[in-house]
T-cell receptor, first 117, second 119 residues
Framework: EAGVAQSPRYKIIEKRQSVAFWCNPI?????LYWYQQILGQGPKLLIQ????????DSQLPKDRFSAERLKGVDSTLKIQPAKLEDSAVYLC???????????????FGPGTRLTVL | AQKITQTQPGMFVQEKEAVTLDCTYD???????LFWYKQPSSGEMIFLIY??????QNATEGRYSLNFQKARKSANLVISASQLGDSAMYFC????????????????FGSGTQLTVLP
């Protein structure tokens, strides 16, 4: 079974530029999560999708971050314009969602490491 | 308020010895799940073990076991017979809710413990 795919793996941009990240979840996984992990901290949820609908985006800085999951499969996360404090690893995860039972493990992709100069 | 607290920023253990990584949590929910993930320097998050709030027995997965003390709200990870490959960052996480839509909720992570296994 293929895991969660993310691209690019690394990205370096200057502040005020735009950047986009792509995630392809495990086939059949209804729920998709984007987490931001700042160096030395645990991951923090940015946005959660159930199929192609947003479940939770309360911690997404909506003035600069946007995300979509068209057709309920892969997803893109965009930052426009980027700030220095956006330097972090952006992790995508997926799970079976409501059908996953109590366990309902989240599977993580390898992440995209963003550096904003 | 911190929902997940990991008080050990770094830990050292001798190869083949056991080590305990501490985790305390805070929730008013009765239904929740606790997870431990391993993050090597390569960056991927690797699931290790899960404990549901209603599970009566402590979870075990190979060399990993979870010391679940519900009244104290602690969920410590025990790694037995440490190996050099266990050197990594370890995160404790909690999901509030079980079953149905509850099990699809976000994970809240602690700040992690960097474990170094010495030869």
């Amino acid at each position: 079974e293929a895991g969660v795919a993310q691209s690019p793996r690394y990205k370096i941009i200057e502040k005020r530029q735009s950047v986009a990240f792509w995630c392809n979840p495990i086939s059949g996984h209804a729920t998709l999560y984007w987490y931001q992990q700042i160096l030395g901290q645990g991951p923090k949820l940015l946005i959660q999708f159930q199929n192609n609908g947003v479940v939770d985006d309360s911690q997404l800085p909506k003035d600069r971050f946007s995300a979509e999951r068209l057709k309920g499969v892969d997803s893109t996360l965009k930052i426009q314009p980027a700030k220095l404090e956006d330097s972090a690893v952006y992790l995508c995860a997926s799970s079976l969602g409501n059908r996953g039972g109590n366990y309902n493990e989240q599977f993580f992709g390898p992440g995209t490491r963003l550096t904003v100069l | 308020a911190q929902k997940i607290t990991q008080t050990q920023p770094g830990m050292f253990v001798q190869e083949k010895e056991a080590v305990t990584l501490d985790c305390t949590y805070d929730t008013s929910d009765q239904s929740y799940g606790l997870f431990w993930y391993k993050q090597p320097s390569s960056g991927e998050m690797i699931f290790l073990i899960y404990q549901g709030s209603y599970d009566e027995q402590n979870a075990t997965e190979g060399r990993y076991s979870l010391n679940f003390q519900k009244a104290r709200k602690s969920a410590n990870l025990v790694i037995s017979a440490s190996q050099l490959g266990d050197s990594a960052m370890y995160f404790c996480a909690m999901r509030e809710g079980l079953g149905g839509s509850g099990s699809a909720r976000q994970l809240t992570f602690g700040s992690g413990t960097q474990l170094t296994v010495l030869p």
